[in-house]
């Protein structure tokens, strides 16, 4: 090995994935999916064009400076992989590449459905020059079908997956979450995929195959029960505002606002239902359960009974006065302590304050060298007993890998490499 | 199965003891039994499972074999009850573990503790058992214990936070959000695991907290904080890079969605819009230019999209290479014709039920390929075909077992 300068990322040997190799050549549809599997121990080689991969375009940017080794994007959904240049326009980068791909055990790719014949990095080109190899190709809507050439962005995906339908409300129109989640669900399903097929290599003669993921379909999935109570009931669940929906039914709304934010409360809170008299008494402790106390307020929450509109708005009415004088984590803890599942809305910064995350020893401190800083990543998302995550260190720069992965993976010299570099492969 | 031939599975021969329940613990199993474990879903009708108790229900009836919401997670799997409570139980469930390779499961931490049937005793009957355990927070922590849903998990995850406009309430997405979401990441940790120990034939325990796995799927929003101190908004149906970035009302009151990053798809725009003289002006010329103006733009495609169905506004972007869609309802899903071609939906029989739809993986195997096989089991439907060929209980015992009511 040559000498590793600090912060580089380490090879991982102790995840269940320690030994494989992984090699990226994914978009915003798949580099997060290549940095969980480089979690679990793979060793995930970045492969990029010599100007940088697109995506270090993708703000924000750290302090607003924009510049191709300060995107966050690409410090958040690529820290832990190694970097190599490669210019698969050019034969010779082709060549390059399938050595690579010939020591690899799987290859994340999210080109366009034929589009990577072009520069030789199909899933049947692949197939050939490493049988082993299962090739993941994500994209928009997957390989085949007639909408398999469309173009697609994070809020396509969600319209099209049928998941934005669901949020939003019938005055404001559907809406999706900022932080893009089809691209999340579809990254988080693909790994899945990723790993399934390796492991069917143990019972198929070692075989690698192609693995063809869908972002709609990624969508598709997340619809709740709405695809069911279509199929079953004919009706059409929609965006509930701050309500929820229940089989096809609007329920009450579920978030409460307090001194500080927020509270999740679902189904009124635990007001209604068989634990009602014990949420009744904490509300009656400060004189603030209003009407709730009578015996006919009593009895009527007791059971699992839809409310009529107007005993619903009383009843909202009461949670919401309530609420609104008290902080969040205070509501929670008790609702919590009386048999209520509510929680916080949390914002990121409270995320990271968490409580229950710095119990859990949940946060990752990532040295970023190379501008003397050191900065809080999300941590292990598992514990596993026997083969821990682990944060591998900071995203790579552009090409910071050449010498090493050209010249310790694939055994190319010194002159190669130079001779590599000269001709504009790397 | 008949349709897709000999082709192989890739979790053939593989057994799940699967404990878990609701929406999490259920769909992590599914990827197994999609892919050919025999997962044995084990109940029990002294504490039903929450989800066969919520609709849909199949002809309005309210009835435990007829939940739709139960039967998408737990297609492809065998249904066996047994009553965890009863020494005979306990029992039962640790010659069933022995003979497994996997455990799942959510309850509240300590549950399964206080039964004798957690992994240090499970181990004991089946030293390389992988067993996953993924209660909303985890093991350990001031909030081990706290109880909730999909829900109120997308709130304290930050999706509420994320989710809405600018100007209203943290509404979050209108699903159970995370119950759809950390499924994903508890099922790459677990078959990971199992990779691990096909390879090296040890087993593990794996403590999954589905609140920091939620974590992972919040894009770039904790590094704005913990990098440059700024906290990710909900922008509505902005986003920060892209202009037009939108969903927009249509004459026949459906929705598009467009999105423009770069130029090239701006032009496109444009010409699908036939290039109105305010997309010429100099500040609408660039993309960083025209972050400033999205309000404008907005106002814009507003008035375009009212003279338009979403039919016609959408075939005008997409023809012009503009990646664009339109908001699909759950009716449209099952009409549409990609997912139909790609047979996402996968139509199965279920005795009570009849034909019903259930999701598939978001992905095809080429070689060993997965999808629902099998509708979801009735309560207890194979107990006594599994306690006897699989354990191989003798029609004495299942009868004792029975009336002690070890099988409830």
Not at chain 1, 5 to 19: I, N
Not at chain 1, 46 to 59: F, H, L, S, W
Not at chain 2, 144 to 161: D, K, P, R, T, W
């Amino acid at each position: 090995m040559t000498d590793r300068p600090d912060g580089v990322p380490l090879p991982h040997a102790d995840g269940p994935l320690a030994g494989y190799r992984v090699i990226d050549l994914a978009d915003e549809k798949g580099q997060l999916c290549a940095r969980l599997l480089a979690e679990l121990g793979a060793d995930v080689i970045k492969v990029e064009p010599r100007a940088g991969d697109r995506t270090r375009a993708n703000g924000p940017f750290f302090r607003d400076e924009v510049g191709r080794e300060s995107s966050l994007y690409w410090w958040a959904m690529n820290a832990g992989k190694r970097s190599v240049t490669c210019e698969m326009r050019l034969e010779a980068g082709r060549d390059l590449f399938h050595r690579l791909v010939a020591g690899a055990d799987a290859v994340i790719e999210t080109s366009a459905p034929g589009a990577a014949k072009d520069v030789c990095a199909d899933a049947r080109t692949l197939a050939k020059v490493n049988p082993g190899a299962v090739v993941v190709s994500i994209t928009n809507f997957g390989q085949t079908g007639p909408a398999r050439n469309l173009p697609a962005t994070d809020i396509v995906g969600s319209a099209m997956g049928g998941h934005m339908y669901l949020n939003g409300s019938d005055e404001r129109g559907p809406v999706r979450t900022t932080a893009p989640q089809a691209y999340a669900q579809v990254n988080l399903q693909a790994a899945v995929g990723a790993v399934i097929a390796l492991y069917a290599r143990g019972m198929n003669g070692g075989l690698g195959q192609h693995v063809d993921v869908s972002m709609q379909e990624s969508m598709a999935n997340a619809m709740d029960n709405a695809q069911q109570t279509w199929d079953i009931l004919q009706i059409n669940n929609r965006g509930p505002g701050s309500g929820r929906m229940v089989s096809g039914r609007e329920g009450p709304r579920y978030i409460y606002e307090t001194v500080d934010g927020w509270v999740a409360a679902l189904g009124l809170g635990g007001l209604i239902g068989p634990n009602s008299a014990v949420m009744i008494d904490w509300l009656d402790q400060t004189g603030e359960a209003g009407p709730l106390t009578s015996p006919h307020w009593r009895e009527r929450l007791s059971v699992v009974q839809p409310l009529e509109e107007g005993e619903q708005k009383q009843v909202v009415g009461v949670l919401q006065q309530f609420c609104r004088t008290r902080r969040k984590d205070d509501l929670v803890r008790e609702a919590q302590a009386r048999g209520a599942g509510w929680a916080p809305v949390y914002s990121p910064r409270e995320i990271v304050e968490s409580d229950q995350l710095a119990a859990r020893d949940y946060w990752v401190q990532v040295r970023h060298e190379d501008i003397g800083e050191t900065f809080v990543y999300p941590g292990a998302p598992w514990r596993l007993s026997g083969t821990p995550w682990k944060q591998r260190g900071r995203a790579p720069h552009v090409g910071e890998h050449n010498a090493e992965v050209y010249g310790d993976v694939l055994g190319l010299d010194a002159d190669e490499v130079a001779k590599l570099r000269r001709s504009m492969v790397i | 199965m008949a349709n897709k031939g000999s082709k192989p599975k890739p979790f053939e021969g593989l057994r799940v003891t699967d404990l878990s329940w609701v929406g999490v613990g259920p769909t992590v199993a599914k990827y197994l039994a999609d892919h050919g474990a025999e997962v044995i879903r084990v109940e029990s009708a002294t504490r039903m499972e929450t989800l066969r108790g919520a609709g849909p229900f199949t002809n309005n009836e309210p009835h435990y074999d007829n939940s739709g919401y139960f039967a998408n997670f737990n297609s492809s799997k065998l249904g066996v009850t047994i009553n965890l409570k009863t020494g005979k139980g306990k029992e039962l469930l640790k010659r069933l573990v022995a003979v497994s390779d996997v455990v799942t499961e959510s309850f509240t931490p300590g549950s399964l503790k206080k039964l004798g049937l957690d992994y240090e005793e499970l181990r004991k009957v089946r030293p390389d058992l992988v067993m996953i355990s993924m209660p909303l927070f985890g093991q350990t922590g001031p909030w081990a214990h706290y109880m909730g849903y999909g829900h109120v998990l997308q709130a304290a995850s930050g999706f509420n936070h994320l989710t809405g406009w600018p100007d209203g309430e943290p509404i979050g997405t209108g699903v159970a959000y995370t119950d759809f979401l950390v499924p994903h990441v508890g099922a790459l940790a677990l078959v990971a695991a199992l990779d691990y120990r096909r390879r090296t034939g040890k087993g593990q325990y794996i403590d999954f907290s589905q609140f920091e796995g939620a974590v992972h799927a919040l894009g770039t929003s904790i590094l704005e904080w913990t990098a440059n101190g700024r906290e990710a908004e909900r922008l509505g149906n902005r986003d920060p890079e892209a202009a037009p970035h939108g969903a927009y009302r249509c004459k026949d009151g459906r929705y598009v969605v467009i999105a423009c990053f770069t130029e090239q798809e701006w032009e496109g725009f444009r010409a699908a819009i036939g290039r109105p003289d305010w997309t010429d002006l100099e500040r609408m010329r660039r993309r960083w230019s025209r972050l400033n103006e999205q309000k404008e733009i907005d106002r814009h495609i507003d008035f375009w999209c009212r003279e338009r169905t979403a039919a016609q506004a959408y075939r005008a972007m997409r023809d012009n290479g503009v990646p664009s869609g339109i908001v699909k309802s759950p009716e449209e899903m099952h009409r549409d014709p990609q997912l139909k071609h790609r047979g996402h939906y996968a139509l199965l029989e279920h005795p009570t039920m009849g034909l019903r739809t259930y999701d598939s993986p978001a992905f095809r195997l080429s070689k060993t390929p997965g999808g629902p096989t099998k509708a979801a089991p009735l309560l207890g439907e194979d107990t006594e075909r599994v306690l006897k060929s699989t354990l191989g209980l003798s029609d004495e015992e299942f009868t004792e077992l029975l009336v002690e009511g070890a099988l409830e």
